[in-house]
């Protein structure tokens, strides 16, 4: 099947041919839908803390940043920021030259409240000798919108979100990337006041990042009172899947074999060779000014002490195993821990002998956990929180996508559909066991959780396989905590208009 150079190919990445086989029979069965048992919800598997709660997880949180911990801020950023300025791609090239839709018309009534807006009115003067409202006065939107986006100008169609400047200040605008600097600092400085911050990027802008490191990262360690660590890594090769045709064979293009990127759940990888005690993770374009920080790091040191709190818990049941030191009251508490705080539901517990009992408790406990913040459903497409059948039988909390879900059936649509709560990609991760050893995370993924879809390559269809989402099937086998978060601490930017929401002024 495959040629000399195909197997060079796959060499230079680090994939082997039975990978490739595997991913293409892939494409031939596809991928079992997941069997949901029902929503989380504030009964039911969604830890709903009230004020006095929060403030004793916050309490353990602060005090856990005094010991000897490493704590790391884990931050995917290698997306590019295109589908942001989708509406303003097409407005290049519609067949009108002045703003038609209501899309359209808000960006350049409101394009002042940009914090890109001083540079971008540079580029009009660099290039055209008019400042912005000379252009839009002559009706010239489109070299506007071409200065902004174009290689020629700020190449912001091109650029990944976190170079891009998202918020205004008396002292300059700042980056999304320079938020999550000032966030990191605010609540996962160590009691040295080290915070270590690190970025997925793409390689073609990994020297851009680092630019704006070099250039930035002083000025908010001095702001902070802090002293950054900041890593970068990239998607590996390795984790590149091969696409299909329609046929299911390899696709080739120009007689090549076409590898796409798998996905985010490929970061996994990247997860997996961090050494910390506990991970923060978080989308890039989640990020706010400073004057509504506050309730995002309450909320992410909260998350933290749950953790923590969990983690406590969790060591001093398999320390007791371990030793064999436990009576039939001991394995009943800690199967009681399982089903009401970890939402673990195994119906044949009950049938187990003693020896085979421990042996899947140590199996439950000897496991990362994250902890999730979830935010109420307010019609925001995306995945969210749900109890969902394991491939051993067991019943646990799973963050699942409608890509999952077998919207042809009409119960398990129904039962996605009503989902009380979204999941805004918050997490923190504790990846190390009870003698603080770290687990191999590439352990803990499922790998049929995966999906197909459909895409395209100089006009000839493809298929293409997605890896286990990274908090998705990549987490799957993992202990999982759902925490209520306030709406307030979910601020995506998913289209550059969603930058003249309050939250972003």
């Known amino acids: ?47 709903c803390l009230t004020e006095s709660e929060a403030d004793r997880y916050l309490h353990v949180w602060d005090n856990y940043l005094q010991q000897d911990r490493k704590i790391v801020k884990f931050v995917p950023a290698s997306g590019a920021a295109s589908r942001m300025f989708k509406n303003l791609f097409e407005f290049l090239d519609a067949p009108y030259t002045e703003p038609t839709t209501d899309f359209e018309k808000k960006f350049f009534d409101s394009i002042s409240r940009f914090a890109f807006y001083n540079d971008l009115n540079q580029v009009c003067l660099n290039k055209q000798g008019k400042d912005i409202p000379a252009l839009i006065a002559e009706g010239a939107y489109k070299t506007i919108v071409s200065n902004l986006l174009q290689k020629e100008g700020l190449n912001y169609g091109s650029l990944p979100k976190g170079l891009l400047k998202f918020h205004s200040y008396p002292s300059g605008a ?15 400085a160590n009691r040295s006041g080290h915070v270590n911050i690190h970025f997925t990027v793409s390689g073609e802008h990994k020297e851009l990042f680092s630019q704006l490191v070099a250039e930035k990262q002083p000025v908010y360690a001095k702001l902070q009172g802090v002293t950054f660590n900041i890593g970068f890594s990239e998607q590996k090769s390795s984790t590149d899947t091969i696409a299909a045709d329609m046929n299911n064979e390899p696709f080739r293009d120009n007689g090549k074999l076409l590898f796409r990127p798998g996905g985010h759940g490929a970061l996994i990888e990247n997860l997996n060779d961090i050494d910390a005690d506990i991970i923060f993770v978080k989308n890039i374009d989640n990020v706010v000014p400073d004057h509504f920080k506050d ?6 040191k909260v998350l933290g002490g749950v953790l923590v709190t969990l983690q406590q818990q969790i060591s001093a049941y398999v320390n007791r195993l371990e030793t064999g030191d436990y009576t039939m009251d001991y394995l009943r508490e800690i199967i009681t821990f399982l089903q009401q705080r970890l939402f673990i539901k195994n119906p044949d517990t009950k049938h187990l002998e003693d020896s085979d009992l421990v042996l899947y408790l140590l199996n439950k406990l000897r496991r990362p956990i994250r902890v999730c913040g979830m935010v109420r459903n307010e019609g925001e497409p995306g995945g969210g929180p749900f109890l969902a059948y394991n491939p051993d039988g067991t019943i646990s909390l799973q963050i699942l996508e409608s890509s999952q879900i077998n919207m042809d059936d009409p119960e398990a649509k129904a039962a996605f559909e009503s989902s009380a709560f979204f999941n805004p990609v918050d997490l923190v991760c504790g990846v190390k066991n009870h003698k603080r050893e770290k687990f191999d995370l590439t352990k803990f993924v499922d790998p049929n959780t995966g999906f197909i879809s459909f895409k395209s390559k100089n006009g000839k269809e493809l298929k293409a396989l997605e890896l286990p989402g990274l908090w998705n099937g990549a987490m799957s086998d993992w202990n999982t905590v759902f925490v209520e978060v306030p709406a307030a601490t979910f ?14 002024q």
């Not at 796959?10 to 990978?19: A, C, F, H, T, V």
């Not at 309730?295 to 992410?300: P, S, V």
């Open 1 to 47: 099947m495959f040629t000399s150079s195909d197997k060079d190919l796959l060499k230079s990445k680090g994939i082997s041919e039975l990978q490739v086989e595997e991913q293409l029979n892939r494409f031939k069965t596809g991928f079992p839908f997941l069997k949901i048992s029902a929503p989380a919800t504030k009964e039911r598997g969604v830890l």
């Open 174 to 188: 700042r980056t999304a990337m320079e938020e999550h600097l000032v966030e990191g600092a605010l609540y996962a």
């Open 295 to 300: 309730e995002t790091i309450r909320y992410k």
């Open 491 to 504: 601020n995506p930017v998913k289209t550059v208009n969603d930058l003249l929401r309050k939250q972003h």
